[in-house]
């Protein structure tokens, strides 16, 4: 199976940061993804240089994956940046984000020619490999704080095991950006940021991740269900049946709870029965969704 990819270009060039060229229209290209492709906050002055680094995020239609290289010009903290434009209904089709983010170019490169290109969705092929995976399932469903990460090293391969572990809603709805001051969160409010080592002093505010951070093991259903361990992967089918639109990371421990008492009905008092059935349906108002699940619980509510 094979989905389309758009791609842009966008960067300071000819004096102003704009969109440079795109396999779409210019004017199908919301401004909102070229001002995304800019940094999102002047370099503090810490702050000497940035490593090329990769983004993603969902805006109107589109999903982008992008990679953003600092550049030098007359306008310190310039950038040119590679922008693969998905379709937002299409983008939970990619399980393995390493080879979509094999399609970035290397260098920047203006001139480079764009068209669309069609990719081929692979098998999911991810596993549990950094140990603070745990931390950053811990973090999107316990904590209300932006999750941050201290520097570079491994942060791209933990988004793409996590990115592998997720539900349809929880892909079309995930986010990860880069961040220079707290403040800059406001913009985009990503569910994840890295920020550069030596101004992590300034985000005491989040659920920070660095490498004094001690690697938790995952407790229950949820977490494991995102670092993609046997128990937790048998919410997946759970919530597909039920077409459950999970797009708070905070709300997958309630899921689990509705997915164990789905299992032990004969358990279940009476009210506690009605407390399910209630439930079930608030997170799967469908009448057509989860038909075999919803069924069980009737049967249980007339014996």
Known sequence: MKIKIEQAISGYYRGSHQLVSSSLPK???????????????????????????TSGMPFDEFFVFSKTFMIPSSRGGSVFTHSLLIQKEDVHQINDLSSLFELFVKEPDFEYVLESLEFEIKPKSSHFTNPLLPNIARGLIESDKTIAWVGTSNFIASIQELWSNLWKKGREIFSFHLSLTPEDIRNYQPKIVFIPENIASAYHDFYLID????????????????????????????????????????????????????????????DELRGLAGSIGFYSPSVKSGKTIKTSILNALVK
């Open 27 to 53: 004017e199908e290209i919301p401004m909102s993804i070229v001002d995304f492709a800019d940094l999102p906050a002047s370099l503090p002055y810490t702050v000497k240089d940035l490593a090329p680094y």
């Open 211 to 270: 490498k004094a951070t001690v690697p938790v093991k995952a407790k229950n259903k949820a977490e494991k269900l995102l670092i993609g361990e046997p128990e937790g992967q048998v919410l997946l089918p759970f919530i597909k049946e039920l077409d459950i639109q999970l797009s708070d990371f905070r709300k997958l421990d309630r899921i689990e709870n509705l997915y164990d008492d789905s299992q032990h009905l004969h358990q279940l008092s009476l």
